[in-house]
């Protein structure tokens, strides 16, 4: 994690800003439930052609081809969360910062035969999101588990502690795709 350090927080959030790229070593896109969103991670052919199976051996190389294997890196989506008192995230893509990389990329597909589309990669729009305590305090124990388990990485700020979230006001979601009135809606606080 960063070591950067952030102004106290507001009151209405109680966490400190922080950021996160989402981005594992499989290339994945993720779904962060919270929110209802499906986020790009971070893409590098350098991660496929390296990874390992479950006992740690080395994955067979696969032939990818010259044209494939040098497809440009293409930066994870970020989440902002904002410590601004008002449990603001902000789900930003960082190709609108680097127009050059995904210009790039888009060359590099046309001359991949079995990739080329009519279509270019374009960056997805920005969005903000004001969450209720609820939403909040669910979403931030989901930033962890991306964290923990290697999902995104923390790029700015620091993550706060299991206690600290729990310490939020609110009660952390059931399932938040789950639009059924028999299903709980909150998960059965803990008992101390």
Request: proline content about 7%; hydrophobic content about 35%.
């Amino acid at each position: 994690m960063s070591t950067v350090q952030e102004t106290t927080p507001s009151r209405g959030s109680g966490v400190r800003s922080f950021t996160l790229e989402v981005g594992d070593d499989s290339n994945r896109t993720i779904t962060l439930n919270t929110l209802r969103m499906r986020l790009r991670g971070h893409f590098s052919m350098q991660k496929l052609q390296t990874r390992k199976d479950t006992k740690g051996k080395p994955l067979a190389a696969r032939e990818y081809g010259s044209a494939v294997a040098n497809l440009p890196e293409m930066p994870g989506m970020h989440i902002v969360v904002k410590g601004d008192g008002k449990r603001t995230v902000g789900i930003v893509d960082p190709l609108h910062e680097q127009p050059d990389k995904l210009e790039a990329y888009n060359a590099a597909i046309q001359r991949v035969p079995a990739l080329m589309i009519d279509a270019k990669y374009i960056a997805v729009p920005n969005t903000t999101h004001e969450l209720d305590e609820n939403q909040f305090k669910t979403l931030i124990r989901d930033c962890m588990s991306l964290v923990k388990f290697k999902a995104a990485k923390v790029i700015k700020g620091d993550l706060p502690t299991m206690a600290k979230v729990e310490s939020l006001p609110g009660l952390f979601i059931a399932d938040p795709w789950n639009s059924s009135a028999t299903a709980p809606r909150y998960e059965a606080p803990k008992e101390k």
